[in-house]
C-alpha cells in the first residue's frame, strides 16, 4: 500500500520570496540614516531639513496604503509586486543622483510609493497561501525578515559609505530589488492551484482560503468610515501610531544619537544600531509564540494580546528611561537594545488584533491601522530633526522616544479587545436611522 505523498512545502518558498522583499525594502528605506550626517553635509542642508527628508517616505507609503492594496486586489501579486518592486529600486538608485533638498525629497516620496504596496500584498499573498493554523508563525516571520533588512541596510550600509561614498551605497542598494521582481514574476502564481509545484496534499492542507466579502458581521453594509467610528479602531491605530513613531528612532536617527552623544565614528554607529535590531528580530519571532501559547492557555484575548502589549511596552519604557541616565555607550545601547526586544514581542499582538476584530472587514481594519503607524513614523523624524536643530539635546529626544511606548500601553489598556470593531460603534439615533 503506498504512502499517501506529503505537502510540497510550496508555501513556504513563497513566504522566503516575501521575506526576501521585505528584506530588500527594509535595506533601501532605512540605509539613509546610517549615512545622514554625510549627506547633511554634502547637500549643505540642516537637521529639520534631514527629517523631512526621513520622514517624506511616510506620507506616500501610508497615504497609498489602501489605493494599493486595491491594486492588488484586482492585479494580482504576481504583476503587482514586482511593479511595487521596480519604482522602489528607481527610487533608491535616484536618490544616488540628487543634488539638492527637493530632488532628495522626491526620491524619498516616491520610494515610499513604491513600498507602500508590498505589506497589503504580502498579506493578500498569506490569506490565499497560508492556512489560517499557519498565519501567526508566518507574520512573525516576515517581521523578523523587515528587522533583517533594517540590520543589514545600517550595517553594510555603514561599511559601503564609508568606503565608496552614500552616493555608491544607495546605487548597490537599488540593485536586489530588480532582479527580485523578475525572479517573483518568472516563479510565483496567484493561485496556489495554478503552481506547478503545490501536489494535491499541499493543495488540500493549503484550502480554499478566499478572503469573505460583502457585508459586515452585524449585516450592516461597511465603509471606511464605519471602521473610523469604532472606538475600538481609535485605540487599535493610537497603539499603533505610538509604536511605530517609536520604533522609527532605530531607522532614522539612532545613528546619529549614537555619534553625536557618543562621539561614534560611522562604521561604529552602523554596528551598534545593527546590534541593537538583532533583539527587535528575535522579539518579533519569541512575541507571536507568547502571545499564541498565552491565547491557547486562556481563550483571552484581554491576557494574550492587551496583557502582553502592555506589559511589553511598560518595561521599553523603563529601559528607555535607564539609558537617559547613562553616560556608557554600551550599556546605553545593552539597555535600548533589550527594550527592542521588547518592541518585538509587541508587533505580533498589534497585528493579530486587528485580524481578530476586524470581522469580514480584516483586509480595511489593518490598512487603517497600518496607515496611522506610518503616519507616526512619519512625524517622529521631523519632531526630532526640530528638537535636536532648537536644542541639540539628545536627552529630550530619549524623553520622547520612552513617552511614545508610555502612550503605546495606555492605548492597549483602553482597549476593549472583545468581539469586533463593529460591535462597538454606537448605535445610530433614530433620526439617523430614518
Not at 487599535?236 to 536617527?253: D, H, L, N, S, V
Not at 514581542?345 to 489593518?366: E, N, Q, S, W
Request: charged share 15%; with cysteine.
Amino acid at each position: 500500500m503506498s504512502k499517501s505523498p506529503k505537502p510540497t512545502w510550496t508555501r513556504y518558498k513563497v513566504l522566503a520570496w516575501l521575506g526576501g522583499a521585505a528584506t530588500i525594502a527594509y535595506i533601501c528605506r532605512n540605509s539613509i540614516g546610517v549615512a545622514e550626517i554625510e549627506i547633511r553635509t554634502d547637500l549643505g542642508l540642516d537637521a529639520f531639513q534631514m527629517g523631512l527628508v526621513m520622514g517624506a517616505f511616510q506620507i506616500s507609503y501610508a497615504l497609498l496604503q489602501i489605493p494599493t492594496g486595491h491594486f492588488t486586489d484586482r492585479h494580482g501579486a504576481r504583476k503587482s509586486l514586482p511593479v511595487f518592486s521596480v519604482i522602489w529600486s528607481l527610487a533608491t538608485a535616484a536618490m544616488a543622483a540628487v543634488s539638492s533638498l527637493w530632488l532628495l525629497l522626491a526620491a524619498r516620496l516616491a520610494n515610499g510609493v513604491g513600498q507602500a504596496g508590498l505589506f497589503p500584498g504580502s498579506t493578500n499573498t498569506f490569506a490565499k497561501w497560508i492556512p489560517e493554523r499557519e498565519r501567526a508563525l508566518v507574520n512573525g516571520s516576515l517581521a523578523s525578515f523587515m528587522t533583517l533588512g533594517t540590520i543589514i541596510g545600517t550595517g553594510a550600509g555603514g561599511y559601503l559609505a564609508s568606503r565608496w561614498g552614500w552616493q555608491w551605497m544607495f546605487a548597490i542598494f537599488s540593485l536586489p530589488g530588480m532582479l527580485w521582481a523578475a525572479g517573483f514574476w518568472w516563479w510565483f502564481r496567484d493561485r496556489p492551484l495554478d503552481h506547478p509545484s503545490v501536489n494535491n496534499a499541499e493543495a488540500k492542507l493549503i484550502g480554499d482560503n478566499t478572503p469573505a466579502t460583502g457585508m459586515a458581521d452585524d449585516g450592516e453594509q461597511r465603509n471606511w468610515l464605519d471602521v473610523l467610528r469604532s472606538p475600538a479602531t481609535r485605540w487599535i491605530c493610537g497603539q499603533q501610531f505610538f509604536r511605530a513613531a517609536g520604533q522609527m528612532f532605530f531607522m532614522t536617527w539612532f545613528p546619529t544619537f549614537l555619534r553625536e552623544r557618543y562621539e561614534m565614528d560611522i562604521v561604529e554607529a552602523g554596528f551598534s544600531t545593527m546590534l541593537t535590531q538583532i533583539p527587535l528580530l528575535v522579539g518579533s519571532l519569541v512575541g507571536g509564540g507568547i502571545v499564541d501559547a498565552i491565547f491557547r492557555r486562556t481563550g483571552s484575548r484581554t491576557a494574550s494580546r492587551k496583557g502582553v502589549s502592555i506589559v511589553s511596552m511598560l518595561v521599553c519604557t523603563a529601559l528607555v528611561a535607564g539609558a537617559y541616565f547613562v553616560q556608557d555607550a554600551r550599556l546605553a545601547i545593552t539597555l535600548i537594545g533589550i527594550g527592542a526586544f521588547f518592541i518585538g514581542t509587541a508587533g505580533p499582538a498589534g497585528y493579530t488584533i486587528a485580524i481578530d476584530m476586524g470581522g469580514r472587514h480584516v483586509a480595511t481594519l489593518f490598512s487603517t491601522m497600518n496607515m496611522f503607524g506610518n503616519l507616526g513614523a512619519l512625524a517622529f523624524p521631523i519632531v526630532v530633526g526640530a528638537i535636536i536643530k532648537e536644542t541639540g539635546n539628545w536627552n529630550h529626544v530619549l524623553f520622547l522616544f520612552g513617552a511614545l511606548y508610555l502612550a503605546s500601553a495606555f492605548c492597549w489598556w483602553r482597549l476593549n479587545p472583545d468581539g469586533t470593531v463593529f460591535d462597538q460603534i454606537k448605535p445610530k439615533n433614530n433620526a439617523e436611522a430614518r
